[in-house]
């Protein structure tokens, strides 16, 4: 058995020697953290738990291709993003919407304001703005924002350099403050 | 004042992304620019909310079975040893394997595999013949020509081994083919006369195997072999390409010159 104390690369060692139990601890300690990220980008709960898993198998699969010693929840979510940008492509849904958003519809259709304080309401247009934002944009402010990955390590999760991505930054930015600023 | 800020400046000042050199830049427009204040403020205010958005919590079944589905997967998936350098093998395995497919191709179309017995193609004879018999030291091309001869031996009677002076003619077959071919030793063998004697000579002319009796398909026979076996004949040829090819050793009779 393991537990929290072997660290990534050790359980990725035994991983690659055949041990695919040790593969447990690693989804266990990520599954939370892929999930979040996949529910931000398709804002559906059984697609981005679908998501999360076939990330985990494909990881699996192409562990050896995995170099020791870098992040595995980077590598991860590389294959987690692509996955989930081909799934929007194949469904076409470039923009969604989140579940706060039909919440929010339905609070203000009974009238009872009262429980939405303003902060919760702010959230909620957060979440319907990003939803309202298109793919690529929500993808990279994702990855930045909420995965607080560096530009070199966003370029690498999509392909696109590091100029690329300061711009596509700015750019998403500037388009989510828009949408904000338009559903106020 | 006028502003020169560009918002790719901004948003990286943001994620502290930018050099030295920028970062200063930007300090100091900051200072003096509310405008652009206002802007990165926004922007921060932005970022701290994408991280405080809601999200949908996962279903039970994913907090306390998605561990054991995907560890199941991938058990499933696990290759035997030797296929998971399929991709690297696979090619090389394929690759050994026609080699060795055209070794014996080849070897096959050099060797004529004969065991106890000879299957017999009967053909029916031509009196045009498309005949190529090579000049050789121990063959007269004139006289070969001339021994082109019906199959007209009799299968029935008791053996009789003719002289070795008398001249001897062939007629060649082979399976699926109709030619009819003639061939000459020079008067060199000496076969029974009154039975199917049957031999596999390769592409040189060479005796290989034979095979005599009274059957459609003649036993093989050790004793004729042993007697014909390595003896010559002219290099059977189909359309001007030696081939190996399965003869009757037919005795002329002097009659037909």
């Known amino acids: ?184 | 004042m006028k502003c020169d800020l560009s918002i790719e400046l901004l948003s990286g000042y943001l994620d502290g992304e930018l050099d030295d050199e920028q970062r200063v830049f930007v300090e100091k427009h900051l200072k003096q620019c509310r405008r652009c204040r206002n802007a990165f403020k926004e922007f921060a205010l932005l970022d701290e909310q994408i991280r405080k958005q809601k999200f949908e919590e996962p279903s039970r079944e994913f907090i306390f079975g998605v561990n054991r589905r995907i560890i199941d997967k991938v058990k499933k998936k696990k290759p035997f040893f030797i296929f998971r350098y399929t991709p690297v093998f696979a090619p090389a395995a394929v690759a050994i394997l026609l080699f060795v497919v055209l070794i014996n191709i080849s070897k096959h179309e050099r060797m004529i595999g004969i065991d106890d017995r000879v299957v017999y193609a009967e053909i029916t004879p031509r009196q045009k013949l498309e005949l190529q018999i090579p000049e050789s030291k121990i063959v007269d091309v004139k006289e070969a020509e001339k021994k082109i001869v019906a199959k007209t031996e009799t299968r029935a009677g008791t053996s009789e081994i003719t002289p070795a002076s008398e001249e001897v003619a062939k007629i060649a077959t082979y399976e699926g083919a109709d030619e009819l071919y003639t061939l000459d030793d020079g008067g060199e063998l000496q076969v029974p006369k009154d039975q199917i004697t049957r031999a596999i000579i390769d592409s040189t002319g060479r005796v290989l195997k034979v095979a005599t009796g009274n059957s459609i398909i003649p036993e093989r026979d050790t004793v004729m072999e042993n007697r014909l076996q390595g003896q010559r004949l002219t290099a059977p040829t189909i359309a001007g390409k030696k081939t190996q090819m399965y003869v009757d050793l037919t005795p002329v009779q002097k009659a037909n010159h």
């Open chain 1, 1 to 184: 058995m393991y537990n929290s104390i072997e660290s990534d690369d050790t359980l990725i060692d035994m991983i690659k020697k055949g041990d695919c139990d040790a593969f447990n601890p690693l989804v266990e300690r990520y599954k939370m953290s892929l999930y979040r990220l996949m529910y931000r980008m398709v804002y559906n709960r059984d697609d981005a738990e679908d998501l999360v898993e076939e990330a985990f198998i494909k990881a699996y699969k192409s562990i050896s291709t995995f170099e020791i010693g870098k992040s595995f929840y980077a590598w991860i979510s590389r294959i987690a993003v692509n996955n989930a940008i081909n799934f929007l492509k194949k469904e076409k849904r470039s923009t969604v919407q989140p579940l706060e958003w039909h919440e929010h519809s339905l609070a203000d259709k009974k009238g009872d304001p009262v429980k939405m304080t303003k902060q919760k309401l702010l959230k909620e247009r957060i979440g319907a703005a990003m939803a309202k934002l298109p793919e690529e944009f929500r993808t990279i402010l994702l990855l930045r924002v909420e995965e607080n990955f560096s530009y070199a390590e966003i370029g690498r999760v999509l392909k696109i350099p590091k100029g690329t991505v300061m711009s596509r930054l700015a750019r998403a930015r500037q388009k989510l403050r828009k949408i904000f600023e338009e559903m106020e």
